[in-house]
């Protein structure tokens, strides 16, 4: 027995034409066990998915997307939708999240389909964290941009604006952090960036620093490490500037990182013009 995401709604199994004596068999067997009233989950039924349909609600918004595969800002809390009823009647954990796109009704599914999930986490997130998602969207075809927009078409005009600033291209959500910061800082930034003799970049900051960045907390194998070695070396020998980010700076570190960029960018030495190869 494999449900989407693991769980499903007893009525459901009901529909797919089993009785109510197999089903029971399914349990005894081990197969299928009951979550809460009505809700019943095989196997594959992940803790986070299991633990919104115990709660009465549905996986939604960040820990929604990321069961769409969707790159999303790193976050402690499960977020579920419930509705304002059950709410109100739950005495709801710490490190849960109602977020603020309601059900009128009890859900119908353990996960938030992509739509709904996007539509909850534009009111959770601030306008980078929800251009980190819409790039991830895009760059894994999940939705086109249209797609995007229409979805988006109720939404406050600051979070509509932010489907134009998705970029397809970045590759993680790092990326995606870093060039969103760096363009608030009014400096040009492009993503992968093809440089001859090297290939893609991560990030060109005007027309010589190079940003690369670590897609995840624990990174880099061996081959990584000497590749990653081996680019700097072209790139600085032909008159690039590189930094390298990792994902703690990124995302714990900021403000020194800031602090350095600034003085970087204000020395303009991201604008200076390469040398001429010799
Ligand atoms: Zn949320």
């Known amino acids: 027995m494999m449900f989407p995401y693991g769980v499903t709604r007893y009525a459901d199994l009901l ?3 089993l009785g109510r004596a197999e089903i029971e068999q399914l349990q005894l067997a081990g197969h299928i066990r009951r979550v809460r ?3 019943y989950a095989d196997p594959s039924a992940g803790s986070d998915v299991l633990r919104a349909v115990r709660l009465g609600g549905a ?10 595969g969707v790159w999303v800002p790193p976050t402690g809390q499960l977020h579920i939708r419930m509705s304002e009823h059950h709410q109100a009647k739950s005495a709801l954990p710490a490190d849960v999240h109602v977020c603020p796109l309601p059900i009128r009704s009890a859900p119908t599914v353990a996960v938030d389909p992509l739509a709904t999930a996007l539509l909850a986490a534009v009111r959770c997130l601030n306008g980078e964290g929800i251009v980190v998602v819409l790039d991830s969207i895009l760059n894994l075809r999940l939705l086109r941009r249209d797609q995007l927009a229409s979805i988006l078409s109720g939404c406050a005009v600051r979070v509509r604006r932010l489907v134009a600033e998705a970029d397809h291209r970045a590759e993680s959500g790092t990326e995606s ?14 993503s992968q960036v093809f440089i001859e003799d090297v290939g893609r970049v991560d990030l060109l900051v005007g027309k010589r620093l190079v940003i690369e960045v670590d897609s995840r907390a624990h990174h880099t194998g061996e081959s990584t490490y000497q590749t990653d070695r081996r680019r700097d070396l072209v790139l600085v020998a032909r008159g690039r500037l590189v930094l390298r980010f990792t994902y703690h700076q990124i995302v714990h570190e ?3 990182v800031l602090k350095e960029l600034r003085l970087l960018i204000r020395s303009e030495a ?3 013009p390469r040398p001429r190869a010799a």
């Not at 996986?59 to 769409?68: D, E, G, K, N, V």
């Open 59 to 68: 996986l939604s918004c960040l820990s929604a997307l990321r069961h769409h």
């Open 177 to 190: 952090m870093v060039r969103f910061r760096l363009r608030r800082l009014g400096v040009k930034v492009r």
């Open 270 to 272: 991201h604008l200076r």
């Open 15 to 17: 529909r797919t034409g």
């Open 254 to 256: 900021w403000d020194a």
């Open 37 to 39: 009233r009505g809700w």
